[in-house]
């Protein structure tokens, strides 16, 4: 009744291009993002913002990333947790080299090289396929964390080999370091996952999406048609670096503040890939919901016991935890292999036939 | 189609439930937030340090009534030594009790360095006690840390001490080969500076061999060891790490008492597993060993009613245990300085920081709370954040940790100037302007 196009007249191109076609959905996204981004800052505690809503933003642009190689480019990759390395390690770089530059552009910055990084583990791709990919993917992941480590350039020759996020401000607004307020922190990141969801959209339903959509169903079959496999595999791999190297700079400097290798280890790349594939493979609402759901759920249910009351000891709740939040994802996958997205999907199918359904 | 419903409801759930931490706490009680790790790589560390810790609040609420006879509460919260885990729970626990977190106390190198720039801004003083950020000794810098008694620089200056007095002097050290196994992690790295300066000082041949997170393949490692033969082995590991370290060192048969560990790798659970193999290795540490000092037997009599057996199953006694006393002690009675300024009230981070900063436990107080023999005095101020404690070492025959050397003083003169060093440098590149001490009251 609420949620139906009937009556929704498309008179130009440009409408029937639309990102969201139907009104409702525009309406939907537009509450959301007004409510990230005005009632957020304003009813949540700086636990929220800093321990919960801003490394789920961070991670949700990880996982928009690793979607777009892996679940439209159909290139599997475990080397997440690497590309956000060389996005953090690349922003520390440059950010005390030249501590006038605005630490915007330094974000950015820090996503090309990991773009560059990207391509040049991505050129494996054109010759492996599949599990044998990841496995090459697995090297960037050991070989450049073990390069951020033992090279001492990397972490400026301080003892400790930990990297600290420098504070900068633009216009007057501290941005990053400690001073930073969690309200700035939280809408510099939500400001990056809005921009970086809406170019992924973008791009993954235009004619890129499209050639990396053929590769990924068939890439003898895209080769065919005239799709050439190495430049296009070989973006892929770029912008899904270039994403994760700006969710690792912003992991950096708007969540952790300091970091060693240890913070970017395999089992990132790991969460990321799950995120992916409880969301959803080859959907970008998909990524926002698998990060909610892999981020969210585990916090919910170390703080579920106290809500209702219940004290146990911690260790015991921890178990509870991994073992309850492992069958979940089990479920999960056994009742709706296609993730989250596609019930999301389902959702609105049947909302669109409420409250009469056939 | 049930099952699609049931699978709507649940993506409902998980996506829009709120999960807001509930605080039910009394007011006008002191707050301690605890991070601790019960599960996880480490947690064989872990359960021992939390459970002392546990057992001198316990003590003091129930001997004396809390400090100056305001009860301390605590809570845990489960990092598993994982630093974004551990930045949850500070963000979850600092604001709780009465007037916020009292001084918190992370337990991991790691943790330790995220939380120092957050701390300065949240007004939480930051205790990391033998671990942690070396250059936060300086106070002028680093307002809102603490690293007393000792630090890592420290004690690798002991190290050097101790093995030089074995080789009867410290120039007998020329042309001695020392080999460093460390983790490699920004804990593992810390004593390196040091070690190299002194290597210039005093000529000996220092290698260094890292072993990667978590530390059960060390396989190459040690064939490194072998064939470099080197007349000492440090070692700088943590958890799982050790162990490993100790039984490969008694497969290649190398001289166990030789093989010095830093004070994180000389706990039961590192000596342990490797039986008998384990016999005469050493580790240092800034406590007395054991369950034989008047502390021990207060808590065995008021908390666990003098039945041994409940109290070794809760590690009383052991050396992380004990450690966790320790730390307590460090704690409480900066609380009870603090207390001596503001009133007897529940006390606020802010509060507490002056109390650790002005913190002088004389050997006086020490008898009187039952730390007799167990810790040496120790005085904190604005300037020094650390003060340089001594360092004992410790010996493994087989079935208990014995203390097997003198107190050695670290040679502070060279810690201090490098800790100055790396402070100044930390100050610069995040825009802080050490304070000035002589006006600070």
Same mark, same amino acid.
């Given at each position: 009744?609420?949620?139906?196009?009937?009556?929704?007249?498309?008179?130009?191109?440009?409408?029937?291009?639309?990102?969201?076609?139907?009104?409702?959905?525009?309406?939907?996204?537009?509450?959301?993002?007004?409510?990230?981004?005005?009632?957020?800052?304003?009813?949540?505690?700086?636990?929220?913002?800093?321990?919960?809503?801003?490394?789920?933003?961070?991670?949700?642009?990880?996982?928009?990333?690793?979607?777009?190689?892996?679940?439209?480019?159909?290139?599997?990759?475990?080397?997440?947790?690497?590309?956000?390395?060389?996005?953090?390690?690349?922003?520390?770089?440059?950010?005390?080299?030249?501590?006038?530059?605005?630490?915007?552009?330094?974000?950015?910055?820090?996503?090309?090289?990991?773009?560059?990084?990207?391509?040049?583990?991505?050129?494996?791709?054109?010759?492996?396929?599949?599990?044998?990919?990841?496995?090459?993917?697995?090297?960037?992941?050991?070989?450049?964390?073990?390069?951020?480590?033992?090279?001492?350039?990397?972490?400026?020759?301080?003892?400790?080999?930990?990297?600290?996020?420098?504070?900068?401000?633009?216009?007057?607004?501290?941005?990053?370091?400690?001073?930073?307020?969690?309200?700035? $922190?939280?809408?510099?990141?939500?400001?990056?996952?809005?921009?970086?969801?809406?170019?992924?959209?973008?791009?993954?339903?235009?004619?890129?999406?499209?050639?990396?959509?053929?590769?990924?169903?068939?890439?003898?079959?895209?080769?065919?048609?005239?799709?050439?496999?190495?430049?296009?595999?070989?973006?892929?791999?770029?912008?899904?670096?270039?994403?994760?190297?700006?969710?690792?700079?912003?992991?950096?400097?708007?969540?952790?503040?300091?970091?060693?290798?240890?913070?970017?280890?395999?089992?990132?790349?790991?969460?990321?890939?799950?995120?992916?594939?409880?969301?959803?493979?080859?959907?970008?609402?998909?990524?926002?919901?698998?990060?909610?759901?892999?981020?969210?759920?585990?916090?919910?249910?170390?703080?579920?016991?106290?809500?209702?009351?219940?004290?146990?000891?911690?260790?015991?709740?921890?178990?509870?935890?991994?073992?309850?939040?492992?069958?979940?994802?089990?479920?999960?996958?056994?009742?709706?292999?296609?993730?989250?997205?596609?019930?999301?999907?389902?959702?609105?199918?049947?909302?669109? $036939?409420?409250?009469?359904?056939? | 189609?049930?099952?699609?419903?049931?699978?709507?409801?649940?993506?409902?759930?998980?996506?829009?439930?709120?999960?807001?931490?509930?605080?039910?706490?009394?007011?006008?009680?002191?707050?301690?937030?605890?991070?601790?790790?019960?599960?996880?790589?480490?947690?064989?560390?872990?359960?021992?340090?939390?459970?002392?810790?546990?057992?001198?609040?316990?003590?003091?609420?129930?001997?004396?009534?809390?400090?100056?006879?305001?009860?301390?509460?605590?809570?845990?919260?489960?990092?598993?030594?994982?630093?974004?885990?551990?930045?949850?729970?500070?963000?979850?626990?600092?604001?709780?009790?009465?007037?916020?977190?009292?001084?918190?106390?992370?337990?991991?190198?790691?943790?330790?360095?995220?939380?120092?720039?957050?701390?300065?801004?949240?007004?939480?003083?930051?205790?990391?006690?033998?671990?942690?950020?070396?250059?936060?000794?300086?106070?002028?810098?680093?307002?809102?840390?603490?690293?007393?008694?000792?630090?890592?620089?420290?004690?690798?200056?002991?190290?050097?001490?101790?093995?030089?007095?074995?080789?009867?002097?410290?120039?007998?050290?020329?042309?001695?080969?020392?080999?460093?196994?460390?983790?490699?992690?920004?804990?593992?790295?810390?004593?390196?500076?040091?070690?190299?300066?002194?290597?210039?000082?005093?000529?000996?041949?220092?290698?260094?061999?890292?072993?990667?997170?978590?530390?059960?393949?060390?396989?190459?490692?040690?064939?490194?060891?072998?064939?470099?033969?080197?007349?000492?082995?440090?070692?700088?590991?943590?958890?799982?790490?050790?162990?490993?370290?100790?039984?490969?060192?008694?497969?290649?048969?190398?001289?166990?008492?030789? #093989?010095?560990?830093?004070?994180?790798?000389?706990?039961?659970?590192?000596?342990?597993?490797?039986?008998?193999?384990?016999?005469?290795?050493?580790?240092?540490?800034?406590?007395?060993?054991?369950?034989?000092?008047?502390?021990?037997?207060?808590?065995?009599?008021?908390?666990?009613?003098?039945?041994?057996?409940?109290?070794?199953?809760?590690?009383?006694?052991?050396?992380?245990?004990?450690?966790?006393?320790?730390?307590?002690?460090?704690?409480?009675?900066?609380?009870?300085?603090?207390?001596?300024?503001?009133?007897?009230?529940?006390?606020?981070?802010?509060?507490?920081?002056?109390?650790?900063?002005?913190?002088?436990?004389?050997?006086?107080?020490?008898?009187?709370?039952?730390?007799?023999? #167990?810790?040496?005095?120790?005085?904190?101020?604005?300037?020094?954040?650390?003060?340089?404690?001594?360092?004992?070492?410790?010996?493994?025959?087989?079935?208990?940790?014995?203390?097997?050397?003198?107190?050695?003083?670290?040679?502070?003169?060279?810690?201090?100037?490098?800790?100055?060093?790396?402070?100044?440098?930390?100050?610069?590149?995040?825009?802080?302007?050490?304070?000035?001490?002589?006006?600070?009251?």
């Amino acid at each position: 009744m609420l949620y139906r196009e009937t009556g929704q007249f498309k008179t130009t191109y440009a409408a029937d291009q639309a990102i969201f076609p139907i009104f409702q959905d525009r309406v939907f996204l537009f509450a959301i993002i007004a409510f990230a981004y005005i009632v957020i800052p304003l009813i949540a505690s700086e636990y929220w913002l800093q321990a919960v809503l801003i490394p789920l933003l961070i991670f949700a642009i990880a996982a928009v990333g690793l979607n777009i190689l892996t679940g439209y480019a159909g290139q599997l990759s475990l080397g997440t947790g690497a590309f956000m390395a060389v996005g953090a390690y690349s922003a520390y770089k440059l950010a005390t080299g030249f501590p006038e530059l605005n630490i915007i552009v330094v974000f950015i910055l820090s996503g090309v090289s990991a773009a560059l990084i990207g391509i040049i583990f991505g050129l494996p791709s054109l010759r492996i396929k599949g599990f044998y990919l990841a496995v090459a993917t697995l090297a960037a992941q050991f070989f450049l964390i073990w390069m951020f480590n033992r090279v001492p350039w990397w972490y400026n020759y301080n003892s400790s080999g930990t990297i600290i996020a420098p504070p900068r401000e633009v216009a007057g607004v501290m941005l990053t370091g400690p001073t930073a307020t969690a309200e700035t $922190r939280y809408l510099l990141v939500l400001t990056f996952c809005i921009l970086g969801g809406l170019l992924a959209k973008n791009l993954v339903r235009g004619r890129v999406g499209r050639h990396w959509m053929a590769i990924r169903d068939m890439d003898i079959a895209a080769e065919i048609i005239g799709i050439r496999l190495l430049p296009n595999k070989l973006l892929a791999f770029a912008i899904s670096s270039f994403y994760c190297g700006v969710a690792g700079a912003l992991l950096l400097f708007s969540y952790l503040g300091s970091a060693e290798t240890e913070a970017f280890d395999i089992f990132v790349s790991f969460e990321v890939l799950f995120m992916i594939i409880i969301g959803g493979l080859g959907s970008i609402l998909g990524a926002y919901l698998g990060a909610a759901f892999i981020w969210l759920l585990p916090i919910f249910l170390t703080n579920a016991p106290q809500l209702v009351g219940l004290s146990m000891p911690v260790d015991f709740q921890k178990h509870l935890e991994v073992m309850i939040f492992g069958s979940l994802i089990v479920v999960f996958l056994i009742f709706e292999p296609a993730g989250l997205a596609r019930l999301w999907q389902i959702g609105k199918e049947k909302l669109r $036939r409420w409250p009469f359904p056939y | 189609m049930n099952l699609k419903k049931l699978g709507l409801v649940l993506t409902a759930a998980a996506v829009g439930l709120p999960a807001v931490p509930v605080t039910a706490m009394a007011a006008g009680e002191v707050f301690i937030p605890l991070l601790v790790y019960r599960t996880g790589p480490y947690a064989p560390n872990g359960i021992p340090t939390a459970n002392g810790i546990h057992d001198y609040i316990k003590l003091l609420n129930a001997r004396d009534g809390g400090i100056n006879g305001v009860k301390i509460v605590s809570e845990e919260c489960e990092t598993k030594y994982n630093t974004k885990l551990g930045v949850e729970c500070y963000e979850k626990l600092k604001k709780k009790g009465a007037a916020g977190a009292a001084i918190i106390n992370p337990y991991s190198t790691g943790i330790t360095y995220q939380l120092i720039p957050k701390a300065s801004v949240d007004k939480v003083p930051v205790h990391s006690m033998g671990y942690g950020r070396t250059a936060a000794g300086d106070g002028r810098v680093f307002k809102w840390a603490f690293t007393a008694p000792t630090s890592y620089w420290s004690q690798a200056t002991a190290f050097i001490k101790y093995v030089g007095e074995q080789e009867g002097g410290l120039d007998k050290l020329k042309g001695k080969k020392i080999t460093l196994i460390y983790h490699n992690s920004a804990y593992g790295k810390e004593p390196i500076p040091t070690l190299k300066v002194l290597s210039e000082k005093h000529g000996y041949n220092l290698n260094l061999l890292a072993v990667d997170h978590p530390g059960q393949e060390q396989k190459s490692t040690w064939l490194q060891v072998r064939r470099q033969k080197p007349d000492y082995i440090f070692m700088w590991g943590w958890g799982v790490m050790n162990q490993v370290a100790i039984k490969e060192a008694a497969a290649i048969k190398y001289p166990m008492d030789r #093989f010095i560990g830093v004070w994180w790798s000389g706990s039961e659970s590192d000596v342990r597993p490797a039986g008998e193999a384990a016999k005469g290795y050493k580790a240092a540490t800034f406590h007395g060993v054991g369950s034989g000092y008047d502390v021990h037997q207060q808590i065995l009599k008021t908390i666990y009613n003098g039945d041994v057996e409940a109290a070794k199953k809760n590690n009383w006694g052991e050396v992380l245990y004990n450690r966790g006393l320790v730390n307590m002690v460090y704690n409480t009675e900066a609380i009870r300085t603090a207390m001596g300024k503001y009133g007897n009230k529940p006390m606020t981070g802010e509060q507490v920081r002056w109390g650790m900063e002005n913190l002088n436990l004389t050997q006086d107080k020490l008898t009187k709370l039952g730390f007799k023999d #167990f810790m040496q005095a120790h005085r904190i101020t604005c300037e020094d954040h650390e003060g340089g404690g001594p360092v004992i070492f410790q010996q493994w025959d087989g079935k208990q940790w014995k203390l097997v050397s003198k107190w050695y003083t670290p040679m502070y003169d060279i810690v201090r100037g490098l800790v100055e060093a790396e402070a100044a440098k930390y100050a610069k590149e995040n825009n802080i302007t050490p304070r000035d001490c002589s006006k600070e009251g």
